[in-house]
């Protein structure tokens, strides 16, 4: 089905809150494109890491940002990332770069571009989109905000299960989930911050399935039918 209105909806949180996932089905149930900007800052970083740079060095790294082409393609239904031409879709999962790219998305030229692009992105509607920023930044007039969470236990749990063979233990998958959220709430650009007129969701008993279904009637709500 297409859903008939074309909305805007953004979905911030914080790391392993179930996010993307939630999205990506959410788009499909509307018919809508799904947009995670996080695998844009997190192409950034391979771009960073690859070329040998330091990512906490921000001259050189907003160098290679301004000059990395980053697109997301929807290949049979699902998004992929491209870096240069280059489909870095699951190198962009890796612990390296779940290490390094809080450290690049503190950078504010670098935000500074990113929101652009997401917001061109966003322009014709008919979109969700999730990040740390986009209720309150890229997509400050988004018909539909909602800011999901869940315990630290369960987000732990949810990244042991699903990583694949990269042999982390839930302690450090624990500590890992715990630096990034303290580096993206605290920085100054660009927040993870909850917009004052989002919807909270806090998941940590929800099935993917009934998460869905809440923000699948919300958004019947906000389109009012
Ligand atoms: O999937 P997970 O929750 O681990 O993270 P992600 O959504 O892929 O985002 C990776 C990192 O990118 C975050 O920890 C943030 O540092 C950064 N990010 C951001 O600053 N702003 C966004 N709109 C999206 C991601």
Known sequence: MTFPKKLTIAIDGPAASGKSTTARLLAKKLGYVYIDTGAMYR??????????????????????????????????GTQQTFLDGIDVSSQIRSPQIDKAVSEIATNAAIRKLMVRQQQRLAENGGIVMDGRDIGTVVLPTADLKIFMNASIEARALRRLKDQSGQ?????????????????????????LKKAADARELDNSSLSIDEQVEIIFKWAKEVAQI
């Open 167 to 191: 042999g982390l233990s839930l302690e450090e998958i624990k500590k890992d989930i715990e630096r990034r959220d303290h580096i993206d709430s605290t920085r100054k650009d660009g927040p």
């Open 43 to 76: 192409a950034i970083t391979l771009a960073v890491l690859q070329s040998g740079a330091d990512p906490s060095h921000k001259e050189e790294s907003e160098k290679i940002a301004a000059k990395s082409l980053i697109e997301l393609k929807i290949i049979n």
